[in-house]
């Protein structure tokens, strides 16, 4: 058995990459046959230190090219990676080997999708965001910052300007989407893995009706360390990019407001805003995951204020595992993992005053209550590397002897 793990992302730089990148490390380290291939940036370390066949085009992504006729090519058709991976691929047997996509549509395009099929090689598909079916790739509004429910391509959909760049960035998604339908990508992939039981619900309906869907929930590369020690003037921490979306400055409205130490570890548009917020917010800016770790461990809570659903909250999984409460708004992916006033809170999304109530609440006995329970429920049936690869190579095995 091979594995070919395909992404836009050659190096972590979001959660896709990230599981990514994991996932064909681990498999190496597993005694697989297991390789890359991605477009953007140079190889991850942690590729190159493992030694594995691997190749990067080495590219930015489409919304940062030199050129306009750069930009359509790789959000529509991109023919030179197109070209690259044919060439990878004529190394590969389709008989013994699987091609699991983690991402295409940012700089590979629909063009890797069809020449995989071309080849006759099995694939599954890991769903980290919406995108086979929003054209948003997201179900959400950034100009009205709501959560968006219109049917994808409908005539509403159509007329809604809902893209963080105005009309053309909306014309240009909805011309990808329809290249993606146009190609029947949905129908071709052999098996799909949602990375939750919330963001399958929302998807199924929108893949083919004998589409076969697995939960794999994504891996947590943590160490057992015991329960974080909580202690009075700990922080509420928040962990990841400062984007509107993800919504960091209600996060610093509800600290100042509830008179609690707040950080933030990460960087993004919304930097300015978290400051002008709260300027006794900490801003750590990014950090390695060995550190962020560490602060992770040093804090009240993790909160996760998105106004958007997310597939899953890798942050808040992160969190758990070190036995901290999980703080996340209502009507996100990551409630999935969060039980309210067990091992951690739940708020009104987009409401900083629902948040600070929450955060007043959120004593360091409470936190410490919660956070020995988010430890205890993590480790009884953790989110391991092992049990990720495991449920993986199932899937690739079943594929292969079909």
């Known amino acids: 058995m091979r594995i070919i793990t395909l992404c836009d992302g050659a190096s972590i730089s979001g959660g896709a990459e990230k599981v990514a990148i994991t996932t064909a490390v681990e498999l190496a380290k597993g005694g697989f046959d297991s390789s890359f291939f991605g477009a953007e940036g140079a190889l991850d370390p942690l590729i190159v230190d493992q030694g594995m066949n691997a190749q990067t085009l080495n590219l930015t992504d489409a919304y940062h090219t030199a050129s306009k006729k750069e930009l359509l090519k790789r959000f529509f058709w991109n023919r030179d990676a197109r070209s690259h991976w044919s060439t990878f691929l004529n190394d590969f047997d389709p008989a013994e080997t699987v091609v699991h996509v983690h991402s295409f549509r940012r700089i590979l395009s629909t063009s890797v999708m069809e020449e ?3 080849h ?3 694939t599954v598909l890991t769903l980290h965001d919406f995108g086979l079916a929003c054209p948003n790739t997201s179900f959400y ?6 959560i968006c429910t219109l049917d ?3 005539g509403a959909c159509f007329k809604t300007q809902c893209t963080k760049n105005g009309w053309p960035m909306k014309a240009m998604q909805m011309g990808r989407g329809m290249v993606v339908r146009s190609k029947n990508v949905t129908g071709r992939v052999d098996r799909y893995v949602a990375v939750s039981e919330f963001s399958k619900k929302i998807l199924t309906k929108y893949l083919p009706a004998n589409a076969k869907v ?5 891996p947590v590369t943590a160490t057992d360390r015991g329960p974080a020690e909580i202690k009075e003037g700990s922080p509420f921490t928040f962990v990841g990019r400062m984007q509107p979306e993800k919504d960091p400055v209600t ?15 990460g960087d993004g548009p919304e930097l300015e805003k978290v400051k002008a917020a709260n300027p006794n917010a900490e801003i750590t800016g990014w950090l390695s995951q060995s550190e962020v770790i560490e602060k992770v461990r040093t804090s009240r809570a993790v909160v996760m204020p998105s106004r958007w659903y997310e597939t899953a909250g890798l942050a808040i999984l992160d969190a758990l595992s070190q036995g901290l409460p999980g703080i996340v708004s209502e009507g996100c992916a990551a409630t999935e993992f969060v039980e309210d006033r067990v091992n951690g809170r739940w708020f009104r999304m987009a409401d900083p005053e629902s948040l600070a109530q929450v955060l007043r609440e959120t004593t360091v006995s409470e936190a410490q209550k919660y956070g020995k329970e988010a430890h205890r429920r993590f480790w009884q049936a953790p989110y391991s590397v092992s049990n990720y690869i495991g449920q993986l190579t199932e899937i690739y095995g079943s594929l292969l002897s079909e």
């Open 152 to 154: 994808p391509f409908s």
């Open 214 to 218: 697995d939960v794999v929930y994504n």
């Open 120 to 122: 006759g090689f099995k």
């Open 141 to 146: 509004n950034f100009e009205s910052r709501s």
């Open 251 to 265: 996060l610093a409205e509800a600290a100042k407001m509830a008179g609690v130490p707040v950080r933030f570890i």
């Open 116 to 118: 995989t099929f071309a």
